[in-house]
């Protein structure tokens, strides 16, 4: 009789295999040459724009340029995510001519993920949001959104933004320094921006002076208690140095990304009458809203009593009377909305839906009073004023 034998299997290691279906390993690098000073955002360029990162609001198209004339007609790749937070990758090649002249893309990004070239190139390239550049360097330093540096061949930002069919759980994190001389103590903040909220701190880790003269630190964390970061969720890891001088660290993210079914979130909607007795039987009032544009498929023939929360295509913010979809102009009561924003779609109808809170914190859906469907067209564009709760 032959002995059992207990096989027991590295997932993380199969999951790099290939040997998982639905589970892809993943590595985000982040770099900061000078970190000094508290809670500084860990990526390429922290020693010139403020140490952090100016995330997007809404999508827009990105350039690139690098600081030497001779980096011309060199392939870059950007991945990231759209405005809907599918993953997009587009290939922009520097100017054929001079490098140092800005070229755009064509694909509407969100937040960009990461940044690679095939070969090192002579300057430092940037990928921007729209911004003049001398020599090479964007004029406004808060458009950049990545940097490759001289002699690399990808960017390293500490910065991920989980596409919206995807859940990613960070397993291990190294940090690295290349050494000081002065004593000083490292703190490392692994944030978490959950879809519509602001960053929080999952976890903090703390690297104590280690007595020596030369302080170089090879550690790892967060292995056995795996952090999640949901679908649209984004992950920033920052950090600080107290005590010493500048000091160049760098960290390595170990993550597993699983692919997941998004199941559609339809929420249930009401009219403005409907909504307006219940504020009364409730003894509340209107405290706040925000408004939405729900993307159609098709021109529906009655007023719907649901929408699907994945086919947002906006929420309002900015100035007034901007128009939202093609030749779809908006109308704001002043009494209730002083913003508003562009945005583009290719769906054939609209659907006007508010996010009401009343005073005693309770959430409403509210169809818009007039124009509640706007019906885009086909072909020739149709344009329609829509009017809110008032």
């Not at 937040?111 to 430092?124: C, D, M, R, S, Y």
């Not at 921006?193 to 020596?212: E, H, M």
């Not at 309770?362 to 004023?385: E, F, M, R």
Request: glycine share 6%; net charge negative; hydrophobic share 40%.
């Amino acid at each position: 009789m032959s002995l059992p034998t207990a096989i027991v299997n590295d997932f993380y290691l199969e999951v790099a295999r290939g040997n998982v279906s639905g589970y892809t390993a993943r590595e985000i690098v982040g770099q900061n040459a000078a970190l000094a000073g508290a809670d500084k955002f860990i990526w390429g360029e922290g020693t010139v724009s403020s140490q952090d990162l100016t995330e997007a609001a809404t999508a827009a198209i990105v350039y690139i340029s690098t600081t030497a004339a001779g980096d011309t007609s060199k392939a870059v790749t950007i991945t990231g995510v759209d405005a809907n937070y599918d993953e997009i990758t587009e290939v922009i090649t520097t100017n054929a001519t001079d490098g140092r002249t800005r070229v755009a893309g064509t694909k509407a990004f969100l937040a960009i993920n990461k940044v690679t070239i095939a070969a090192a190139v002579a300057g430092k390239l940037y990928v921007f949001y729209a911004s003049e550049v001398t020599n090479g360097v964007p004029d406004d330093l808060t458009k950049v959104q990545a940097v490759i540096d001289i002699g690399n061949t990808e960017s390293f930002n500490a910065f991920y933004c989980v596409p919206r069919n995807r859940k990613l759980y960070l397993t291990s994190l190294r940090y690295r320094s290349t050494g000081s001389t002065t004593t000083h103590d490292v703190i490392l903040s692994i944030k978490q921006k959950l879809y519509g909220g602001a960053y929080t701190v999952l976890d903090i880790a703390k690297y104590l002076d280690l007595g020596t003269t030369n302080f170089i630190d090879e550690q790892i964390s967060f292995t056995d208690a795996p952090l999640v970061f949901p679908a649209k969720s984004k992950f920033k890891l920052t950090a600080g140095l107290v005590g010493g001088t500048a000091l160049d660290i760098a960290i390595e993210a170990k993550f597993i990304e699983e692919a997941i079914t998004v199941a559609p979130a339809t929420t249930t909607v009401i009219n403005k009458a409907t909504y307006l007795t219940t504020l009364t039987s409730r003894g509340t009032t209107l405290a706040s809203q925000n408004y939405y544009l729900i993307g159609l498929d098709e021109v529906p023939t009655a007023l719907p009593s649901s929408f699907n929360l994945d086919n947002l295509l906006a929420t309002i913010t900015g100035a007034t009377n901007y128009r939202v979809a093609a030749n779809t102009e908006v109308a704001f009561d002043p009494a209730y909305f002083v913003s508003g924003k562009l945005i583009s779609t290719d769906k054939k109808a609209i659907l006007t839906v508010m996010r009401c809170v009343d005073s005693g914190a309770t959430v409403d859906y509210v169809l818009a009073p007039v124009n509640t469907i706007v019906d885009l067209g086909s072909g020739v564009k149709k344009t329609q004023k829509i009017s809110y709760l008032a």
